[in-house]
């Protein structure tokens, strides 16, 4: 199969497309042909050997943690899905951006949504929900989003304004139209955000989910006024020392659905900055490695 591939830690030149053995789906997990791969920022941070200590790559590796496509082979025990239904889902760490993938949890695609959008959805979501799981009933609360414009950051924060919660996002001048169109309160980050937050939400914020992971943990934890209100997806190291829960993503096709289901009802659109072909893998990797308003895409020619 054609598969994006790269045999060494470097900038994305190291990239290339080439033929890769084809992967077949083991007990519990599903084979789809993949219509699209969207690239997370692990994606790029895996590549650059940015953690090459913590989770070290067997070479040569395919890139890419989630995707879109039609089902193709259902391996044993799994039900409720078949060959022909198109979904969207979770790979391994690596191997999506590839002809065909293995998803180990899934949910079908909302009709409204195209491939892309769903490829997109497929971390973000996960994370973003998961994010949000340790503040538990949102109803009536103020949840305030370090990052809400962001993949995952603007995914918690359609989950949290379904939920009930009052939701302030942070985000640059760029972003603050597409907040407010979310239904989101937005502001900037950075200096003065205690100040901004305080004059938004005079009772205090109830919760904070940290999706950009800028360095600005010790202050959300400030701004909460205890570390157990507080919740990051992007900053595990100063989350151990502030008393702060550090939560990852986890294949879960429940929370999956939860994201296709706001899919359906038109109250999460994944946003896309640009779709490129997987020929163009190198350059996506570039483009998604700088801030984008949206997610970078690569799609497969076989929609
Ligand atoms: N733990 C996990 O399992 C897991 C899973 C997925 C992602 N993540 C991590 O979560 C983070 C977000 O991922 P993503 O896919 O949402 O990335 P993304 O779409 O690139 O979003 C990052 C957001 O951070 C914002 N930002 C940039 N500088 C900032 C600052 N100084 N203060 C506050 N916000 C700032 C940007 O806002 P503007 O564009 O408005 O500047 C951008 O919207 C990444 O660090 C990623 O590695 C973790």
Do not use: C
């Amino acid at each position: 199969m054609r598969a994006a591939r790269y045999h060494e830690y470097g900038d994305p030149d190291v990239l290339r497309v080439e033929d890769a053995p084809e992967p077949h789906a083991p007990a519990g997990a599903i084979r789809i042909r993949t219509v699209a791969a969207s690239v997370n920022p692990i994606d790029w941070k895996l590549r650059a050997g940015f953690a090459k200590e913590a989770l070290p790559l067997e070479f040569p590796v395919i890139p890419g943690r989630d995707a879109a496509g039609v089902v193709d082979e259902v391996g044993e025990g799994v039900t409720g899905v078949a060959a022909g239904d198109l979904v969207f889902g979770l790979g391994g760490v690596s191997d999506t951006t590839a002809e065909f993938s293995v998803l180990t949890s899934w949910a079908k695609k909302p009709g409204n949504w195209d491939h892309g959008q769903a490829a997109a959805a497929g971390l973000a979501a996960t994370t973003g929900i998961r994010g949000l799981a340790p503040h538990g009933d949102l109803a009536g609360k103020t949840l305030l989003i370090e990052g809400a414009a962001g993949a995952v950051g603007s995914a918690a924060a359609v989950v949290a304004l379904s939920r009930g919660a009052r939701v302030i996002g942070t985000a640059s001048e760029r972003n603050q139209g597409f907040l407010r169109d979310l239904g989101v309160i937005p502001t900037t980050y950075g200096s003065g955000l205690t100040e901004r937050v305080s004059a938004l939400a005079p009772g205090g914020v109830d919760a904070v989910l940290d999706s950009a992971g800028s360095g600005s943990l010790a202050e959300l934890v400030a701004i909460a006024g205890d570390p157990g209100r507080v919740t990051t997806v992007a900053d595990a190291r100063r989350a151990g020392d502030l008393g702060v829960q550090a939560v990852d993503a986890a294949n879960e096709s429940a929370v999956l659905e939860v994201a296709a289901q706001l899919g359906a009802a038109g109250k999460y659109t994944p946003r896309i900055a640009q779709t490129l072909p997987l020929a163009s893998i190198a350059e996506a990797h570039a483009l998604a490695q700088q801030s984008q308003p949206g997610k970078i895409v690569v799609v497969l020619d076989q929609a």
